[in-house]
């Protein structure tokens, strides 16, 4: 696009259109949507409504609550880091419309078709680390910091099976472009990846549970509504935004979950865009059936079931795979 | 061999959390139990658990299908239930049958209401379903001893009463 003496580049705008997408159902989806979803499957599981007053069946509950949030006072720890505190936050919510960029939505519906897709992905969801360990310092509390050091550890525990799966699916499409791994996958169920590498399937469900610090991994979080977690500091809008990004990781992990394992965009009759759409709610829902499911699992037997089960299961996983392909 | 052990639990395991899963499954489908206060109420007293009682017979409103096994006083925390049974009556057998063994009943059966907590152990350890809890509300007495409650003689006055209700008994 030739704007007299600037040019400015197809592939940039193309990014920035996506960018402004990718946010848009970032915030419908999961500050919206997938709220509302997880309180009222909470409440049926528990034999109740559910947010119920509040809007039609409490549909507008989420905007209330919203609100709600941004009109609290920012308080920040007097003698903590100010800077690090804040950025904390930000830095936890800003990778993720940018981990959506290589995800393909529908056949041609893709923000940057990057070569390097799956590298891009798993590198900045490293970020989310880091925001967690500046969460804990910047909050000048020795608890906050001890929940911290404690989700980094599974956080880090649980990247490591989580890559070797990743890998032996990308040795058996042959390619890191997201795209390309979608398009290899066929039609129909049973086309998919998922039969291919149940094993690798399971082990990676897992892991993104431990990611997010969802569901029977919630221990840091969980923490704060005890004593102290690494969230504990923060008021109003500080907590909106990493509650938001972490119903957004949710959403990112089930994406790359079913690009991998579930044929992405591929399905019968429908559009591609329903089929992934319809996919990304399945595994969110099977993700939130699992909360309200299982109890708490206590740190030590977390981290066991990382060292001592995944990872070998997951180089199990990687041995056979190079065995079958060079076969 | 530990590790095949291992194995073998994990698996177990595993299969426990799909048990897991299916029943909160079922329990999503269920209905709501609770009330939507004060759009909807719930009156008192049909929540209300008063000390427990007989279940009055299918056929006959006066008879109880208690065994006197004496289970309900032995799981009672409080040792609040008296149980004995009655003296069998044996029925004179036919010619050339046996013996027929006559089913026990319960000759005394007392609760001491000052003592029960309510825990429902009595309830839920009787082999025969033969108590209940009742809902004998209102109920308050000027000496302990007035605590104890009869419950054959009460079963035998209740008679074709309603269920669940005071069986007719004046607030004495």
Not at chain 1, 189 to 203: A, I, K, N
Not at chain 2, 58 to 79: F, L, Q, V
Request: with cysteine; proline share 6%; charged share 15%.
């Amino acid at each position: 696009m030739n704007l007299g003496p600037i040019t400015i580049p197809w592939e940039l705008i193309r990014i920035v259109v996506a960018l402004v997408a990718i946010l848009l159902f970032i915030v419908v989806n999961a500050g919206l949507v997938l709220v509302y979803l997880e309180r009222k499957i909470a409440g049926f599981i528990q034999r109740r409504p559910g947010p119920y007053e509040v809007g039609p069946h409490g549909s507008l509950q989420l905007i209330v609550d919203g609100v709600k949030l941004l009109g609290k006072e920012l308080h920040t720890p007097a003698c903590g880091d100010k800077l690090l505190f804040w950025a904390a936050p930000i830095l936890a919510f800003t990778p993720i419309p940018l981990l959506f960029l290589p995800m393909p939505f529908a056949r041609n519906l893709v923000g940057l078709d990057s070569e390097l897709g799956m590298v891009l992905i798993l590198a900045f969801a490293g970020l989310n680390v880091l925001a967690l360990c500046l969460a804990g310092w910047g909050s000048f509390n020795k608890w906050s910091l001890l929940g911290a050091i404690r989700s980094v550890s599974q956080a880090v525990a649980y990247e490591i099976p989580l890559l070797l799966t990743v890998l032996s699916v990308v040795l058996m499409a042959g390619t890191l472009k997201l795209s390309t791994i979608v398009e290899g996958q066929g039609t129909w169920p049973w086309q998919w990846y998922w039969l291919r590498q149940p094993l690798g399937f399971c082990v990676f469900f897992v892991c993104m549970l431990a990611e997010t610090n969802r569901a029977p991994f919630d221990l840091p979080e969980a923490e704060s509504e005890l004593a102290a977690g690494f969230h504990t500091e923060y008021s109003g809008l500080g907590f909106g935004i990493f509650f938001l990004s972490e119903y957004a990781a949710m959403i990112v992990g089930s994406s790359v979950c079913v690009t991998l394992f579930l044929g992405g965009w591929q399905g019968p009759f429908l559009p591609g865009f329903i089929w992934f759409v319809a996919k990304v709610y399945a595994l969110l829902l099977t993700m939130m059936w699992i909360r309200w499911t299982f109890p708490r699992v206590r740190f030590d037997q977390l981290l066991t079931i990382s060292w001592r089960w995944l990872i070998p299961l997951s180089l199990l996983n990687l041995v056979a795979t190079a065995f079958f392909m060079k076969l | 061999m530990t590790l095949w052990r291992e194995i073998r639990e994990a698996v177990k395991g595993l299969y426990s959390l799909a048990v897991g899963m299916k029943i909160t499954g079922k329990e999503f489908a269920k209905p709501w139990i609770t009330t939507r206060y004060p759009w909807k109420t719930v009156d008192n007293l049909s929540t209300y658990f008063g000390h427990v009682e007989l279940v009055p017979g299918a056929e006959d409103p006066g008879e109880t299908s208690c065994i006197a096994c004496g289970i309900c006083a032995k799981n009672c925390p409080s040792s609040a239930i008296t149980v004995k049974a009655a003296p069998s009556v044996e029925e004179p057998a036919a010619e050339g049958e046996k013996k027929k063994k006559a089913r026990k009943k319960p000759g005394v059966f007392l609760v001491d209401f000052s003592l029960c907590s309510l825990c429902g152990q009595c309830v839920e350890g009787c082999p025969q379903d033969a108590l209940r809890f009742s809902r004998h509300v209102y109920w308050a007495v000027m000496d302990r001893k007035n605590l104890t409650v009869d419950l054959l003689d009460r079963l035998a006055k209740a008679g074709g009463a309603k269920a669940g209700g005071n069986a007719g008994l004046p607030d004495a």
